[in-house]
């Protein structure tokens, strides 16, 4: 069975340009997440799928990020226009149960932006 | 609100001894979930243990338990044994039971010594 996806494994970009992250979860998890690490600190949440709905985006930092999920299956995050800020490993990770719901992760998405 | 706290951002072991790597929460919710994963070099987070809030007995999975004491707040790893392949950054992360956010703290280097 085939784990999380992610695409690319690094990304740099200027200041001012768009990048889009993707996202292939394990399938037959309705369940998908993004998560960020700024290096140091804590992998924070972004936004929380089931299915194609978006349950929580809370944790989205502002409105240059946008998150989809096309019919349930793979998932996208783009950032537009970057910020120097928004560098650091984007992680996605999706689950099939409910509770506990044992995330499993992909390897990450590390962006660095100039 | 909900907060998770590894305070040891590095650790050393000798191969072959236990080490117990620490972490405090903090939620006002009653059913919560403790988790703890596993990042080697490659990026992958990898789950390895579960603790629920009401589980009375610590989890255990292989060389992994889980120290948990509820009044106290704290969910520490004990890993037993120590392999040069538990050298990786170790993550624990909590979820309360009326939502799907996981939190997690900023992570414990451990590097086992030959």
């Known amino acids: 069975e085939a784990g999380v996806t992610q695409f690319p494994s690094h990304s740099v970009i200027e200041k001012g340009q768009t990048v889009t992250l993707r996202c292939d979860p394990i399938?037959?998890?309705?369940?998908l997440y993004w998560y960020r690490r700024v290096m140091g600190k804590e992998i924070k949440f972004l936004l929380h799928f089931v299915k194609e709905s978006k349950q929580d985006e809370s944790g989205m930092p502002n409105n240059r990020f946008l998150a989809e999920r096309t019919g349930g299956t793979y998932s996208t995050l783009k950032v537009q226009p970057a910020e120097l800020e928004d560098s650091g490993v984007y992680f996605c990770?999706?689950?099939?149960?409910?509770?506990?719901?044992?995330?499993?992760f992909g390897e990450g998405s590390r962006l660095t932006v100039l | 609100a909900q907060k998770i706290t590894q305070t040891q951002p590095g650790m050393f072991v000798q191969e072959k001894e236990a080490v117990t790597l620490d972490c405090t929460y903090d939620t006002s919710d009653q059913s919560y979930g403790l988790f703890w994963y596993k990042q080697p070099s490659s990026g992958e987070m990898i789950f390895l243990i579960y603790q629920g809030s009401y589980d009375e007995q610590n989890a255990t999975e292989g060389r992994y338990s889980l120290n948990f004491q509820k009044a106290r707040k704290s969910a520490n790893l004990v890993i037993s044994a120590s392999q040069l392949g538990d050298s990786a950054m170790y993550f624990c992360a909590m979820r309360d039971a009326g939502t799907y956010k996981y939190i997690f703290g900023t992570g414990t280097r451990l590097k086992v010594l030959a």
């Open positions: 990770a999706s689950s099939q149960d409910m509770w506990p719901g044992e995330l499993f």
């Open positions: 399938s037959g998890h309705d369940n």
